[in-house]
C-alpha cells in the first residue's frame, strides 16, 4: 500500500505541477493578450497617421505643381519682356544710327 501511496503522492504533485503550469500559461496568454491589443492599437494609430501624412503629402504636391505651373508662365512672361527689350533697345540704335547718318549727310551737304 505504501507503494500505491508514494505513487499516488506523485501523481499529486504531477497534477499540482500541471496546474501551476496551466495556471502560468493562462497568465502569460493574458499578459500576451493585452500586449497583442496594445499592439493592434499602435498599428492602427499609426496607420492613421501614415494616411494623414500621405494626404498631407499629396496637398504638397498639388501645391508645389500649381506653384511650379506658376513659376514656368513667370519665367515664360520674363522671357518674352526681356526679347521685347531687346528688339525695343536694336530699334533705338538702329534708330540713332540712322539719325548720326543723316546728320553727317546734312553736314556734308552744308560745306
Do not use: P
Not at 497583442?36 to 492602427?44: G, Q, S
Not at 533705338?92 to 548720326?100: G, I, S, V
Not at 546734312?106 to 560745306?111: A, E, G, L, R
Amino acid at each position: 500500500m505504501n507503494w500505491n501511496q508514494e505513487e499516488l503522492d506523485q501523481w499529486a504533485v504531477a497534477q499540482k505541477q500541471k496546474e501551476e503550469d496551466n495556471s502560468a500559461l493562462e497568465k502569460y496568454r493574458r499578459q500576451d493578450e493585452g500586449k497583442l491589443k496594445e499592439l493592434r492599437l499602435a498599428v492602427e494609430k499609426l496607420t492613421q497617421q501614415v494616411a494623414a501624412q500621405k494626404d498631407a503629402l499629396e496637398a504638397e504636391i498639388t501645391d508645389t505643381q500649381a506653384a511650379q505651373i506658376q513659376l514656368d508662365r513667370a519665367a515664360q512672361d520674363f522671357r518674352q519682356l526681356h526679347q521685347e527689350r531687346q528688339d525695343l533697345i536694336r530699334q533705338w540704335d538702329e534708330a540713332r544710327d540712322a539719325m548720326k547718318t543723316r546728320d553727317e549727310a546734312i553736314q556734308v551737304c552744308k560745306c
